[in-house]
């Protein structure tokens, strides 16, 4: 079954602080992982995808096979990046998303 | 470029009754999908329409229908609705069907089912 795991619902860092939000998924096979973020009254968009191995707002993700995860990294949290943080697997079929149940980030001043 | 527009924004309906939420997609995108967000819970896929016919459904039950128009705005139906219906409702467009890139979201239709 593909599933996509968050296992923390909340996170709380300084300014300034490294950061790290936890994803894990279950996969048949090579798996195209994404983040998507919503900020504060907007809508949901997509932050980055594993594939095109860049770094978005100073956020980076590796995915790890060998322990099926794809944790979203940042090494110096600014106050923007409070927002809801959703990691998402794309279907085998290609036509759908599996969401995590999201992680809420927030950077304290 | 507008992007993608839903409608309406919030509404309240009681058990039983049926529901039409629209969405217009983003200027040259031919893919919408429909996705079902329940308080505290990320997106669930609930079926994608690309030119007009479904393109795949997720688990969810006949009385969800959707419809996908010449033009590419798209409707979800929901029939005899339920309480475990009231969810933010979610329509993304992307430019192909096999959304192997950006999924651009609407602002969702909140609906409460009381």
């Known amino acids: 079954a593909q599933r996509v795991t968050q296992p923390e619902k909340l996170l709380s860092v300084f300014k300034g602080a490294p950061v790290e939000l936890k994803c894990n998924y279950s996969?048949?096979?090579?798996?195209?992982l994404f983040w998507y973020v919503q900020y504060s009254r907007q809508r949901l968009q997509l932050l980055l995808r594993?594939?095109s191995r860049e770094s978005i707002k100073g956020f980076t993700a590796d995915l790890n096979k060998g322990e099926t995860s794809f944790h979203l990294k940042k090494p110096f949290a600014q106050e923007e990046d409070s927002a809801m943080y959703y990691c998402?697997?794309?279907?085998?079929?290609?036509?759908?998303?599996?969401f995590g149940t999201g992680t809420s980030l927030t950077v304290i001043p | 470029e507008t992007g993608v527009t839903q409608s309406p924004t919030h509404l309240i309906k009681t058990r039983g009754q049926q529901v039409t939420l629209r969405c217009s997609s983003q200027?040259?995108?031919?893919?919408v999908s429909w996705y079902q967000q329940a308080l505290g819970q990320g997106p669930q896929f609930i079926f994608q329409y690309y030119r007009e016919e479904e393109n795949g459904r997720g688990n969810f039950p006949p009385r969800f229908s959707g419809l996908q128009f010449p033009n590419y705005s798209s409707e979800l139906n929901v029939n005899a609705l339920e309480l475990d219906d009231s969810a933010l409702y979610l329509c993304?467009?992307?430019?192909?069907?096999?959304?192997?890139?950006?999924?651009?979201f609407g602002e969702g239709s909140r609906l409460t089912v009381l």
């Open positions: 200027s040259g995108h031919n893919t």
């Open positions: 594993h594939i």
């Open positions: 993304a467009s992307s430019l192909d069907r096999l959304n192997t890139g950006e999924l651009f």
């Open positions: 996969y048949s096979g090579s798996p195209e």
């Open positions: 998402a697997l794309i279907s085998v079929t290609g036509n759908q998303f599996y």
